[in-house]
């Protein structure tokens, strides 16, 4: 299995792994697949709110760093016991907008969101690749490993007739996001 082979608990370069394959590790492992094709992204404030969109956070994140840490640990943990999380971050923006300092501080919280979730026992992985500028034209994208088509949402699986959630409890509703807390506050 693919994620046997990664330690729990690391921030690091997508490198050899492909994003279908984590999605199906991820997907196998009964774990959270979050993914977020940051391409489009130009600066710090797109970048978050890429990453908002892409993980569903709810609508008052503050988009800065802290409340993207804070939605990445507390406001999970509050949900109840977590399976394991797989984080891709496709083509974080390389450019003066986003610079080598933006790049560090972005990943620093997946760093802090990895020892977070490790000091609780429960496997958070974070894969990054770096978007770099083609030509002089600053708008013009391409991904330092070979380019990768967003791959696809898994599935939901069907909730069993008794109403049981099998990721999460009983009386827990079913999420397309750990990060859907909007389900949370209406079930309360």
Known sequence: ??????????????????????????????????????????????????????????????KNLDALFDCMTDLVHRAGQQPGFVVVLEQVPDNPRFDREAREQLLDVFRDTADF??????????????????NADANAWERVND????????????????GANPNFGMNMPMMSSAFDTAMWITAA
């Open 1 to 62: 299995m693919l994620l046997q082979t990664v330690r729990p608990n690391i921030v690091q370069a997508i490198r050899a792994y492909r994003v279908e394959d984590l999605m199906q590790a991820a997907e196998t492992a009964g774990q959270h697949f979050l993914y977020a094709n940051l391409t489009e992204a130009q600066t710090k404030q797109d970048v978050l709110d890429k990453i908002a969109e892409a993980f569903l956070f709810p609508a008052h994140f503050g």
């Open 117 to 134: 979730w490790a000091e609780r026992r429960i496997p958070f992985r974070c894969f990054y690749s770096f978007a770099v500028a083609r």
């Open 147 to 162: 380019v990768v088509q967003a791959p696809e949402k898994p599935v939901a699986k069907a909730v069993p007739k008794n």
